[in-house]
């Protein structure tokens, strides 16, 4: 049973699937008191029945976070998926950085994103890097995650590259060492656990491929051609338009890939093993376990 005289070990965003990740390792840990804070409580119902307390948060509505992060703790900030309205996921995170502190947190650890660095006009980048600055100017604990790119993003854009032999990115020759989403959820409940001081882990994958090594794994699992068209981004940009992404994440995906031809994908460190004991998981293997995906077959 978890030790009811630890700090509480504090989960926001803990609906979402990488909250819901670190949660069910926290319980197979028997780590806690566990409290996992949502927008919608009731779709925790399942967690609260293992034993989790669970509270309501939005960093949209401040007047939430001083009864959902009450008694204080370990936090972990999982960043929103707020992107649409420029600034407003920054206002989120700053309001749950501010309460955090208000509450008597000792230590939050945050997502981020691998390379954070302002930019002049809000995005994705610049909203973790103020994030992150906003956490070293508190005077809180703090471990940075770094994320990089999901493997499991992957399933989106390889099963339509396997149907029709090609993939287009605006990576040119860029590498990108992407990390399952698994693992990012095992290294954010280890560092929620027992990370101290003040720390950036860049959280990677084993290796950083090119997008021609991506189609050549794609090609001999799916059994079929692909290759792989490096774009401009401005020729890419029609084509996920047309596939129905909306204009910002279209934006988004475009930046993800600008900076991945500019090099700043394609560290790779040794934090997950570091933090949780396991080697991370390589993009071939990842993709193997999800070959029904990439077939476009489930
Ligand atoms: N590294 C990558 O490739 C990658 C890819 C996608 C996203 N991300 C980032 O990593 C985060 C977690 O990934 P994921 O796969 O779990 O994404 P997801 O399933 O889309 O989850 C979205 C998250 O945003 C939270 N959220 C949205 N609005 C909020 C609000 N007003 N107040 C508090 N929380 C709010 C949700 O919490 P509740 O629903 O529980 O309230 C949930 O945790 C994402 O939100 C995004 O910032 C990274």
């Not at 989960?11 to 990488?18: F, N, R």
């Amino acid at each position: 049973m978890p030790d009811t005289q630890s700090p509480a070990l504090i989960v926001t965003g803990a609906g979402g699937h990488l909250g819901r990740q670190v949660v069910d390792f926290l319980l197979a840990a028997q780590a806690g008191p566990i409290v996992a804070t949502t927008r919608n409580p009731d779709k925790l119902a399942d967690l609260a029945a293992r034993g989790v307390t669970v509270r309501q948060a939005d960093f949209d509505d401040p007047a939430t976070l001083p009864a959902a992060f009450a008694g204080g703790g370990r936090l972990l900030l999982i960043s929103t998926d707020e992107l649409a309205q420029p600034g407003k996921r920054l206002a989120q995170h700053r309001a749950a950085v501010a309460a955090a502190a208000a509450a008597g947190v000792s230590h939050v650890v945050y997502t981020s994103v691998v390379a954070a660095h302002p930019t002049p006009q809000s995005s994705l980048s610049d909203d973790h890097f103020w994030t992150e600055q906003a956490l070293a100017a508190s005077p809180m604990g703090w471990t940075f995650l770094r994320n990089n790119l999901y493997a499991d993003l992957l399933l989106h854009a390889l099963p339509h590259a396997v149907a029709t032999g090609t993939l287009f990115t605006a990576t040119g020759s860029g590498r990108r060492s992407y990390v399952t989403r698994q693992d990012c959820a095992r290294a954010a409940a280890a560092a929620l656990r027992s990370a101290e001081g003040r720390r950036i882990y860049d959280i990677t994958g084993p290796a950083a491929p090119s997008q021609d090594e991506i189609a050549a794994i794609a090609a001999e699992i799916s059994g079929k051609p692909v290759a792989h068209v490096a774009l401009p981004p401005e020729a890419l940009r029609p084509g996920l338009a047309a596939a129905g992404i909306p204009p910002f994440m279209v934006d988004v995906l475009i930046d993800f890939d600008i900076e991945t031809a500019r090099g700043y994908s394609a560290i790779v460190t040794p934090a997950v093993e570091e933090l949780t004991g396991r080697a991370p998981t390589p993009v071939a293997e990842f993709l193997k376990q999800n070959r029904a995906a990439l077939l476009g077959s489930h």
